[in-house]
């Protein structure tokens, strides 16, 4: 068993596991061969020896100097260092407990245990309450811990002399640079949050992400490009996923970043940026906003500030909540018609065949209302036999919408996206394509997810489609690391597109 979990835990390391292995190893297990010891050593020497060997292997021979040292406190620290590194918080809180002597280096061990347990009123119970009485270190604990609780007010004067007396401890400066970004004071919140993002990148959480963002666009960090202001809040955005919408602050990060990918003006990053913000608005039923928004848009398409296509695409990712707000259907089926009849017109006036997207829009159109697509063909057929009596070329005639594929022996896994975006698309597809085998794998915000998860869901299917759009990085990576080491051998291919009728669409262009 202990030569199994030895060869497993590279791996268990890369997954941030394996410090819980160890402990198991621990509690059940002895080392296969005793430790070697120096003859005539020290303890000093003996403890230097010990630190060399892996904390759970250690263990052991550090309890049996304590028995023979037992007031010894460099030994007793060691061994509860020990302890929280292999996470048995448990028994290294007892230790520091058990300790009479309070010294300044076993105060902060003791309190910043505490504190990364998230026991902050311990922290508070633990350290004096008048300022005077604690060294920088300390101070800066108790004020995190003040944070951490919510007295923000009384946490200020405890990080601030930590700060001003040159304490860079990242369980410290966390929470000062989310107090200073708090009340508005930008520039001290950059000074730190730079420190942050050099030395404790991993430790950020979405949170700070956010801040962050807010923190670079009040030039926080300087007379920074716009260029670099919106990488910030694309890094919180691709970050969150589907939990940006969880966030106090997820309307101020929407709109700052879609205003600063304009200032940029770099199509792509608008086209993300306003797929997001509509996604938003319509997530928490803003149908007033969302219909202005819709309105800037089309103006935009009429305009030729973005092509029919763009728009197309940004109308498309709305597609998920029609079932929520009844008059958003009958607003696409509007515009999904407009931009149908603009297309056949303009073929016509050009005399070439219509934009390549356009058979992608007349099955948007289908899926939303057959009736109204039929008249579709209709109109088609008209313009385009007038047309031909005026003597203009035309191109071949086609379909309104070709059902010829047969998906029975397609095992799909439609992962990401929203749920009844993932419930629409297997409705299509099996009912008009003849799929059969279908498995589903929400995002982190509407299920549990882990790799193992993940792996026993779709390991089997041969086609794993993965919608990107609002799903957060964790699912996605997941999958492609899956992909990676050669555990999925199904054609992974990831999709852009949000809604339904994309979805089909991308998912029978891939069959085909």
């Not at 050099?198 to 490009?225: C, H, K, M, P, W």
């Amino acid at each position: 068993m202990q030569a199994l979990a030895q060869e497993f835990l590279p791996e268990l390391e890369r997954l941030r596991q394996a410090n819980g292995v160890r402990k198991l190893l621990h509690l059940s297990l002895v080392p296969q061969e005793p430790l070697p010891t120096i003859e005539g050593a020290t303890l000093n020497e003996q403890l230097t020896q010990l630190l060399e060997v892996e904390p759970g292997e250690r263990i052991s021979q550090l309890e049996k100097l304590k028995d023979k040292h037992p007031k010894a406190i460099n030994v007793l620290l060691a061994l509860a260092d020990s302890y929280v590194t292999i996470e048995n918080t448990e028994y290294a809180l007892q230790i520091y407990q058990s300790i009479t002597e309070k010294t300044e280096e076993l105060q902060q061990r003791h309190a910043e245990l505490l504190l990364n347990s998230q026991r902050f009123q311990e922290v508070i119970e633990l350290l004096p309450s008048v300022i005077s009485e604690l060294s920088p270190a300390l101070a800066g604990l108790r004020g995190a811990a003040l944070y951490n609780l919510g007295q923000k007010t009384q946490a200020s004067e405890f990080l601030e002399k930590a700060w001003q007396r040159g304490e860079r401890r990242v369980q410290i400066l966390l929470p000062l640079a989310k107090l200073w970004a708090t009340v508005g004071d930008p520039i001290k919140a950059g000074e730190v949050y730079q420190i942050l993002l050099e030395t404790a990148n991993e430790q950020l959480t979405l949170s700070d992400r956010a801040f962050i963002a807010r923190v670079a666009n009040l030039d926080g960090f300087g007379d920074i490009s716009d260029e670099d202001k919106v990488s910030y809040y694309e890094l919180c955005v691709n970050l969150a996923g589907v939990r940006l919408r969880d966030l106090p602050e997820a309307e101020e990060i929407l709109k700052d970043r879609l205003y600063l990918w304009n200032q940029v003006q770099n199509t792509t990053g608008i086209i993300n940026a306003y797929a997001d913000w509509l996604d938003w608005l319509a997530n928490v039923e803003k149908w007033e906003y969302l219909n202005k928004e819709l309105d800037i848009l089309r103006n935009f398409a009429i305009q030729q500030k973005i092509s029919s296509l763009q728009y197309f695409e940004l109308l498309e990712g709305l597609e998920a909540y029609i079932n929520v707000q009844p008059t958003l259907r009958q607003s696409l089926v509007n515009d999904y018609f407009g931009l149908a009849i603009a297309e056949i017109d303009n073929a016509l006036r050009q005399e070439e065949i219509e934009a390549p997207f356009f058979p992608d829009l007349k099955l948007a159109l289908f899926c939303l209302n057959s009736d109204l697509a039929n008249e579709l063909v209709e109109y088609r057929q008209q313009r385009r036999a007038e047309a031909t009596q005026m003597e203009v070329q035309v191109a071949s005639d086609e379909n309104i919408v070709s059902k010829t594929q047969n998906l029975a022996s397609i095992s799909l896994a439609l992962v990401g996206g929203h749920q009844a975006t993932r419930r629409e698309v297997f409705r299509e597809l099996c009912e008009n394509y003849g799929l059969q085998n279908c498995v589903e794998v929400a995002p982190s915000s509407q299920a549990y997810i882990s790799r193992s998860n993940v792996q026993a869901q779709i390991s089997n299917c041969n086609l794993i489609a993965v919608i990107t759009g609002y799903m957060g990085h964790d699912l996605s990576h997941i999958v492609s690391d899956l992909k990676k080491d050669g555990t999925l051998t199904g054609d992974v291919f990831f999709l852009a597109c949000r809604g339904k009728s994309g979805v089909v669409r991308a998912i029978l262009n891939k069959v085909q």
